[in-house]
């Protein structure tokens, strides 16, 4: 099987390539200048070979055959992804609904009974549905051991029997794998001797003497013998292929073949090579390079053995084939280059993780707050390890071992410190369980707030109180949880069954919103200005509503309450206290509204300070405006601005003495 790099083409880039496809050229001269009606048989530009024993790099490599590529193939496990079962005459056996026992068996019986070139793709499904299984029950039963108050740390891997049963037989699979392969080898150059043997039969045919015809069918028997030979050493293909179209061209100089059977010969030839060429083109296409690279080396092969093609084609057809190859060989070395570049990326990654870890190894850590932060770094880091895909094939089981041994040095670290501090343990095991005693006395209690508050106290607390030894640990916690858990649940209740009393509120407080925004005051204001305080006081003495209509359902009350006060035919300053009591019944359902109010307060004592200071000095000013010309004026301005004073500090004692009834300052 040809194999080709995208930098080296197959067949004619290189110097050696070159020179052989002069001396064909030669040849061609030579055998026209001999006989000029003759249509000769042309030697294709050969392919460069490489020695199978030869290694290189991915993007080196020529030649391989197919044994090479398959122990490459299985020797990496992270080129699985990259093949793809071919088509077989019956579809494959679906294997995901087996158990692992299942799938042991059923490897073992494949192995058993068939040839490993005919169970290579069952043997790698099996391999893949097993471990996958395999990881899956021990991601489960470490899910398990967290979830029953294990430490992701402490978790040790727990070991499959039917592992080493599956890793038995596989070994047992390569060493069939290695047997069936030199069987192969030797096959291989048994029919390189029979190969060679058509040749020489080939070449005893222009010694005959026996009628054309006879001789030109025994000359096709040797053909369709010489296509029935399986495969041959790579090494020798070349020398092979060059003795057999040479001794054809003789042959076909001795028998004189009539021009018109053999231009038909290379007609049909032609088109099988330029069906060839549109296949090859059509592998552009294909989405995986890797599948179009195998793909080429097929039809290098069916290139080889249709023959050749009239002289004036020859070169065209294969400039064409050459082109295509050409091309599908850049993409399959383009797709392994971005592939190394990732896993180069990845090595980087993954060495600055270990560089992570071994940083927090050289730190001094003495307490347990700080192991447990550390540990909880590195299991970060080990989760992001697990998203990082593979490194280069020689550096990633160092890699990973580096990892792991830095992992493990810390958690050993932990574990050590960690039995070296019973005593410690001991101590936070007694603060805990006082905890737990607190928590236990506040669970039936009704004062929600208070408590609330209280148990999230004890609860910060806990967690900065340290670990207590393993076998009290989870009995300890469970006690103070379900503690606060029943308070917590018993509250949950109790503001559940408020809500409907909540829908009655609001029906409540519509009600009365309706009353205020129909009401007509009518002529007598002191009758409409009562009924409108006995709706304020309805309206306090409604409780809570939902909370998601308080502010729509009081923004109306206000607006309505305020439109029926403006309304009435009553003093600026009887509205303002009206206006204000209705703030703060509203604001009675609001628990943030105790810092506001107080500063309210606060400035309405303020502010009558300022007024009582301001009437002492403008009652002083009157003495001295009895001498002025203008004095009655003055006089009166200033008496005015008293009242009015005097007016506003009675509306601001009106509304400190409401707060003071509100207790909405406490």
């Known amino acids: 099987m040809i194999k080709e790099n995208p930098d080296d083409l197959v067949h004619d880039e290189q110097n050696g390539a070159d020179e052989n496809a002069a001396?064909?050229?030669?040849?061609?001269?030579?055998?026209?200048?001999?006989?000029?009606?003759?249509?000769?048989?042309?030697?294709?530009?050969?392919?460069?070979?490489?020695?199978?024993?030869?290694?290189?790099?991915?993007?080196?490599?020529?030649?391989?055959?197919?044994?090479?590529?398959?122990?490459?193939?299985?020797?990496?496990?992270?080129?699985?992804?990259?093949?793809?079962?071919?088509?077989?005459?019956?579809?494959?056996?679906?294997?995901?609904?087996?158990?692992?026992?299942?799938?042991?068996?059923?490897?073992?019986?494949?192995?058993?009974?068939?040839?490993?070139?005919?169970i290579r793709d069952d043997v790698e499904r099996i391999k893949s549905y097993f471990y996958k299984k395999l990881r899956h029950e021990a991601e489960e039963r470490k899910n398990k051991f967290i979830e029953e108050g294990g430490k992701i740390e402490e978790y040790k891997s727990w070991v499959d029997p039917l592992d080493d049963r599956i890793k038995e037989l596989l070994g047992k699979y390569r060493e069939k794998k290695n047997d069936y392969n030199k069987i192969q080898e030797a096959e291989k150059y048994e029919n390189l001797k029979k190969k060679y043997d058509i040749i020489d039969k080939i070449k005893d045919l222009v010694n005959r003497e026996e009628s054309i015809n006879k001789t030109f069918q025994e000359f096709r028997a040797l053909q369709n013998e010489w296509h029935s030979v399986g495969v041959v050493p790579q090494s020798s293909l070349k020398d092979l292929w060059e003795n057999y179209h040479h001794n054809v061209e003789?042959?076909?100089?001795?028998?004189?073949?009539?021009?018109?059977?053999?231009?038909?010969?290379?007609?049909?030839?032609?088109?099988?090579?330029?069906?060839?060429?549109?296949?090859?083109?059509?592998?552009?296409?294909?989405?995986?390079?890797?599948?179009?690279?195998?793909?080429?080396?097929?039809?290098?092969?069916?290139?080889?053995?249709?023959?050749?093609?009239?002289?004036?084609?020859?070169?065209?057809?294969?400039?064409?084939?050459?082109e295509a190859t050409s091309q599908i060989n850049k993409r399959h070395h383009e797709y392994f280059e971005k592939q190394k570049e990732e896993q180069r990326k990845n090595l980087e990654a993954k060495i600055a993780l270990c560089e992570e870890v071994e940083a927090i190894n050289l730190l001094d850590i003495k307490g347990f707050r700080d192991f447990d932060e550390r540990a909880e770094k590195i299991v970060a880091l080990q989760k992001m390890w697990r998203t990082i895909g593979f490194a280069p094939k020689k550096q990633n089981n160092k890699v990973y071992q580096r990892f792991r041994d830095d992992c493990d040095a810390f958690f050993e670290k932990k574990r050590n410190f960690y039995a070296d501090n019973k005593e410690m343990q001991l101590n936070n095991l007694q603060l805990k369980t006082d905890l737990c005693v607190q928590a236990e006395a506040l669970q039936e209690s009704t004062e929600w707030k208070t408590t609330s508050d209280a148990l999230i106290k004890l609860q910060k607390e806990w967690k900065e109180i340290g670990p207590v030894p393993r076998k009290q640990s989870e009995k300890t916690w469970k006690r103070f949880r379900k503690a606060c858990d029943h308070f917590f649940n018993r509250k949950a209740e109790y503001f559940a069954s408020l809500d409907t009393s909540y829908e009655d509120n609001l029906k409540e407080k519509l009600a009365v919103i309706e009353e205020l925004e129909t009401f007509e005051p009518g002529s007598d204001v002191q009758t409409a200005f009562d009924k409108l305080k006995e709706l304020q006081r309805k309206w306090a003495e409604i409780g809570f509503v939902p909370f998601n209509k308080k502010d729509e359902i009081t923004i109306r009350y206000r607006n309505a309450i305020n439109k029926q006060f403006d309304k009435l035919k009553i003093g600026d300053e009887d509205k303002s206290i009206l206006k204000y009591k209705t703030k703060l019944d509203n604001l009675k359902s609001n628990p943030k509204a105790s810092r506001k109010i107080h500063n309210e307060r606060e400035k309405f004592f303020a502010k009558i300070k300022q007024l009582e200071n301001d009437i002492v000095l403008w009652e002083n000013n009157i003495g001295f405006f009895a001498k002025s010309p203008n004095a009655d004026t003055m006089i009166k301005e200033v008496e005015e601005k008293i009242e009015n004073a005097k007016r506003m500090i009675k509306t601001l004692e009106e509304k400190v003495k409401m707060i003071d009834q509100s207790g909405l300052d406490d």
């Open 23 to 118: 001396g064909n050229e030669k040849i061609v001269n030579a055998e026209e200048a001999e006989k000029a009606e003759r249509v000769d048989l042309p030697a294709e530009s050969p392919e460069t070979e490489e020695k199978p024993d030869e290694k290189k790099e991915e993007g080196e490599k020529v030649v391989r055959d197919d044994s090479e590529v398959q122990a490459e193939e299985e020797e990496s496990p992270e080129s699985e992804e990259e093949e793809e079962t071919e088509d077989n005459e019956l579809p494959p056996v679906d294997y995901s609904g087996f158990s692992k026992q299942e799938l042991v068996d059923t490897l073992g019986l494949l192995i058993e009974n068939r040839p490993p070139a005919e």
């Open 250 to 322: 003789i042959f076909y100089d001795y028998i004189k073949i009539n021009k018109e059977l053999r231009d038909l010969d290379l007609k049909k030839n032609l088109e099988a090579k330029v069906l060839l060429c549109e296949k090859a083109e059509e592998l552009l296409l294909e989405p995986y390079p890797v599948n179009a690279f195998r793909t080429l080396q097929d039809y290098h092969d069916q290139w080889r053995e249709i023959g050749p093609v009239p002289q004036e084609s020859k070169n065209d057809i294969w400039e064409r084939f050459k």
